[in-house]
Antibody
Framework: EVHLVESGGGLVQPGGSLRLSCAAS????????MTWVRQAPGKGLEWVGN????????YFVDAVKGRFTISRDNAKTSMYLQMNSLRAEDTAVYYC?????????WGQGTLVTVFS | DIVMTQTPLSLSVTPGQPASISCKSS???????????LYWFLQKPGQPPQVLIY???NRFSGVPERFSGSGSGTDFTLRISRVEAEDVGVYYC?????????FGQGTKLEIK
């Protein structure tokens, strides 16, 4: 069974940084793209970015380009979202998901709150 | 970026009655490889989203037969033949023909 667990969320001030982790199990992690999706409180879903199987390529939504990076460690079956220069509008629940062109398995999410 | 527009944004349905949600994309989702990359998700209260339909009309594993998807090009529809209480939540369409992947605004379905 596919299992995804996000961690690393919390409170951070504007301009600060945070690193989210996504621990994966139950599937051949290195064979799949992975994705981050976020959801601001009471709002809809926003795709943040994804990473290819070996970590050599990433894509991002314009709102986070230059501030967020995605990496992965296939040996540890984990993906990471490094978030820098955080803004109030980055406040959201961040989900990791397996990316098979769509998102067939999701974690429960981790809440990031950017406050001053 | 491709804009996904859903209508209606909210829906109140009596159990046993049908429901329909429209999703329109600002560009065709038909790829040169012949695939049409339109998906439907349901986010039940307090849960992460779950996929219902992939590539327009294919039900994901375990999704009840009362859910169906149709459409082509830029116009797509999700139909529920007979709504049940467990169908409450927010429905999203999403395109993945190009980056960035984009979602519709969501359609909230409630039971009368």
């Amino acid at each position: 069974e596919v299992h995804l667990v996000e961690s690393g969320g919390g409170l951070v001030q504007p301009g600060g940084s945070l690193r989210l982790s996504c621990a994966a199990s139950g599937f051949a992690f290195s064979s799949y793209w992975m994705t981050w999706v976020r959801q601001a409180p009471g709002k809809g879903l926003e795709w943040v970015g994804n990473i290819n199987k070996d970590g050599s390529d990433t894509y991002f939504v314009d709102a986070v380009k230059g501030r967020f990076t995605i990496s992965r460690d296939n040996a540890k079956t984990s993906m990471y979202l490094q978030m820098n220069s955080l803004r109030a509008e980055d406040t959201a629940v961040y989900y990791c998901a397996r990316d098979v062109r769509y998102f067939d398995s999701w974690g429960q999410g981790t809440l990031v709150t950017v406050f001053s | 970026d491709i804009v996904m527009t859903q209508t209606p944004l909210s829906l109140s349905v009596t159990p046993g009655q049908p429901a329909s949600i429209s999703c329109k994309s600002s560009q065709s989702l038909l790829d040169s490889d012949g695939g049409t990359y339109l998906y439907w998700f349901l986010q039940k209260p307090g849960q992460p989203p779950q996929v219902l339909i992939y590539e327009v009309s294919n039900r994901f594993s375990g999704v009840p037969e009362r859910f169906s998807g149709s459409g082509s090009g830029t116009d797509f529809t999700l139909r529920i033949s007979r709504v049940e209480a467990e169908d409450v939540g927010v429905y999203y369409c999403m395109q993945s023909i190009q980056h960035p992947k984009t979602f519709g605004q969501g359609t909230k379905l409630e039971i009368k």
